[in-house]
Structures are given as structure tokens and as C-alpha cells.
């Protein structure tokens, strides 16, 4: 639970009272490997925030499975736009590896808004979140070429670049897969230049 106040600690400074009617809230949701979280078609009904492992949100597009959303610890994940609607969810939720998920349902986390001012502004702060992730996603799609997508991606997210398979982040990034193969073996063989020459000085 710490690590969920760390992050919270980011935007908004709860007291100890203020984290602990999270906490009578909230539950540990471990997960196996390719666990589905949440389906498309149901209503969301959690938040999830990772305290360790991958997940990914996808959903189905003549059979292929196209990622829309792919993070590792320290991230919030649910269909954001099922759970605020309350309408079906569009896409699945899934892990990619065994995780381990600190939840809390829509109820109860309305109820530490109803109750709570420094709790509205988590709200506030939730769907902020969320938009601006999305819109920055959306906007690094179409604006970098794939090389300087991968790059960036490899920056912001090195812990997972073996952990997750790599039919998902060429999905995730639009990428074809073998486009996704030759790139990544390139940036690598640089990096074991780069590595080897520092090492000879």
C-alpha cells in the first residue's frame, strides 16, 4: 500500500487518517500470467493500480488481438471509459506476467469522495490521468517515425522490454512485427558498441 501513496503523493498529500479509509477500502488482487482482469462487454467496476508485473489492454479486431494500452508497476489500469460510463467495456484487461494489483471498487471509491475533500481531488487527478496518457500516446503515434517510437519507448519503459512479448509492443506502438524485429536488433547491436567501446577506454 505504501507504494500506492508514494505515487498518490505526486499530486495530493493524504494524512494518515485520510490513506487509511483507502486502505479499509481497498484489497490485494494477486494474478497469474495472462490472467484476464476484466472482459469486453462487462462493466467495469475497479481500479487497479500495480504494484508489480505487466498489463495490457486489447481488444479483438478480426480475430487479431490489438494492444491499446501496455504498462508495467507504479501504473493505473481498468477500461477507464467503462468505469466512468458504466457502460460495456471495449477492450480486455490482462496481465502479461504475474501481478500483483492493489484494487478498489467504483462504490467504495465514491464513497471516499463523498466523504473526503482530498479524495475528490485523487478523482480529479485519476481521469486527468488518464486523458493526458491517452492523448499523449495518440499524439506520439502520429507525430515520431516507428525508429524514434521505439527509442522512446525503450527510454520510458527498458524493465519491460523482455518481459513482454514483442507481437504486443509492435501492436502497442503500431508497428509491424518483423518491422518491430529488425529495428530492436539494430538499436541493440548499437548499444553493444556503444557498451564495448566504453569499456576499451
Request: hydrophobic share 40%.
Amino acid at each position: 500500500m505504501n507504494q500506492f501513496r508514494q505515487f498518490l503523493g505526486n499530486f495530493v498529500r493524504l494524512s494518515d487518517a485520510e490513506f487509511a479509509l483507502f486502505e479499509e477500502k481497498a484489497f490485494i488482487k494477486n494474478c497469474s500470467k495472462n490472467e484476464i482482469i476484466t472482459r469486453a462487454g462487462e462493466v467495469e467496476q475497479y481500479f487497479y493500480f500495480v504494484l508489480s508485473g505487466v498489463i495490457h489492454h486489447y481488444f479483438l479486431k478480426n480475430k487479431e488481438m490489438v494492444t491499446t494500452e501496455l504498462v508495467g508497476k507504479d501504473a493505473i489500469v481498468g477500461s477507464a471509459v467503462s468505469f466512468f460510463t458504466q457502460k460495456p467495456s471495449p477492450y480486455f484487461v490482462q496481465t502479461l506476467q504475474p501481478s500483483v494489483l492493489v484494487g478498489i471498487s467504483k462504490t467504495n471509491l465514491e464513497y471516499l469522495y463523498a466523504n473526503n475533500r482530498n479524495w475528490q481531488r485523487v478523482g480529479r487527478m485519476l481521469i486527468s490521468f488518464f486523458l493526458v496518457k491517452q492523448e499523449q500516446q495518440y499524439i506520439d503515434i502520429l507525430r515520431f517515425p516507428i525508429r524514434e517510437r521505439l527509442i522512446r519507448f525503450f527510454n520510458q519503459y527498458p524493465e519491460l522490454i523482455n518481459q513482454v512479448p514483442q507481437t504486443r509492443v509492435a501492436s502497442y506502438l503500431k508497428i509491424k512485427p518483423e518491422t518491430y524485429t529488425r529495428i530492436k536488433h539494430v538499436l541493440n547491436f548499437k548499444t553493444e558498441l556503444i557498451n564495448t567501446s566504453s569499456l576499451k577506454e
